[in-house]
């Protein structure tokens, strides 16, 4: 059904066993309510059968381990109400217009204001990584009435994906809110297929780690080469992705999570900087992941380097970019963008063969 661009969403308000507990997990989305709906293949008295273990089905397999742990539901609901709203916030974001509502589309307004003021992104954008604040506030000042509907809000934290509004157009928003994680990635990997079987555009909002993680352990090994494949199947889901993408580098740019995040190798439609960003294969002050040992004035050389050529204006300077844009402006900046993108689909599905004009 998903390859005939059918939707699947399944709210869990009981019991999935066996059999039934892949139909959610097949799903698109899933909602499950804490308490009364559980997810399991064997339930608590098979579990005692075969391992003498007692536990109860919440413990097994309940909507916190699967909203959290496992990443395999989406929304966790307190209540059914609450399920029933999410279902209804789900089918918002499905991206189907009627025919009426296209020829109406051109009276839509451009959106409501977001209820925080614009002017409050100045002192938003973050100096260093260091000292990032949540992404979530950021994002209040971008959207259409400051409304974000969030996709698996429990798993993968460092990593916020969602849909909203901006200037009335509808958008997933993948932005960064601290280290690029296995669960994280995954979780990226999954709304930004979502956002391709919807036709929704892609944001994303670039703070990636200063640099990469150290190998000091068997454990962290086995952690970073996990994070790695992860990130692997986000950069794959993004370069495979063919709805237009936006990128706007709200604080560091940096190594591989950058590819992940649609940075200038994967080719976005717009591609903008905040003045206080940072590009480049690793943040100024971290040349040592660079270099061998006791190489200390090439690093001191190399984080001069680093520190004068990451500039954003270094880099728009060069046209690597579509430019600087203020982070008061960035809400316009981004309305426009998706206008430009919307006339370029609408002239490319009215395009038709254009014979020569054959002057007697």
């Keep these: 059904m998903s390859a005939m661009k059918i939707p699947q969403v399944a709210v869990v308000c009981g019991s999935c066993t066996a059999g039934g507990a892949y139909i959610p997990t097949m799903a698109e989305e899933a909602v499950m309510v804490h308490r009364i709906g559980t997810i399991f293949l064997g339930g608590p008295p098979l579990v005692k059968a075969a391992t ?44 189907f ?24 992104l100045l002192g938003l954008a973050p100096q ?9 506030m950021i994002i209040s000042r971008l959207t259409d009435g400051s409304r974000f509907q969030e996709f698996k809000a429990r798993y993968g934290t460092t990593l916020v994906t969602g849909f909203a509004k901006i200037s009335g157009h509808l958008v997933g928003i993948v932005a960064n809110n601290g280290v690029l994680s296995c669960d994280a990635a995954l979780k990226g990997s999954h709304f930004v297929q979502l956002c391709d ?11 990636t780690a200063p640099a990469a993680a ?17 990130q692997g ?9 063919s709805v237009p993408k936006i990128t706007v580098v709200i604080g560091g740019c940096h190594g591989a999570d950058s590819y992940a995040m649609c940075g200038r190798a994967f080719d976005p439609n717009f591609l903008f900087l905040w003045p206080n960003a940072r590009v480049s294969l690793t943040a100024p002050g971290h040349a040592a992941s660079l270099l061998p040992p006791d190489e200390e004035q090439q690093e001191e050389n190399l984080n001069e380097r680093l520190k004068e050529e990451s500039s954003a204006f270094f880099s728009s300077g060069r046209m ?19 206008d430009i ?9 009215t395009e038709k063969q254009r014979p020569v004009v054959l002057r007697v």
């Design 52 to 95: 003498g273990e007692e536990v109860t089905p919440e413990e097994l397999g309940g909507a916190r381990l699967h909203a959290e742990v496992s990443g395999c539901v989406d929304h966790f609901a307190w209540e059914e109400k609450e399920a029933f709203d999410y279902t209804r916030n789900i089918i918002s974001t499905l991206n």
């Design 97 to 120: 217009q009627l025919p009426e509502e296209e020829e109406e589309g051109v009276k839509k307004d451009a959106g409501e204001e977001p209820l925080f003021s614009s002017e409050e």
């Design 128 to 136: 260093s990584y260091g000292h990032s604040l949540d992404v979530k």
């Design 197 to 207: 079987q919807r036709d929704v555009p892609l944001l994303f909002l670039q703070n």
């Design 214 to 230: 150290l190998t000091l352990s068997a454990a962290q090994a086995e952690a970073n080469s996990n994070r790695l494949k992860a």
């Design 233 to 241: 199947s986000m950069m794959s889901a993004v370069a495979c992705a």
């Design 320 to 338: 690597w970019d579509d430019g600087v844009v203020l982070p008061q402006d960035t809400r316009k900046v981004l309305g426009d963008s998706l």
């Design 341 to 349: 993108i919307k006339q370029q689909r609408y002239q490319l599905s």
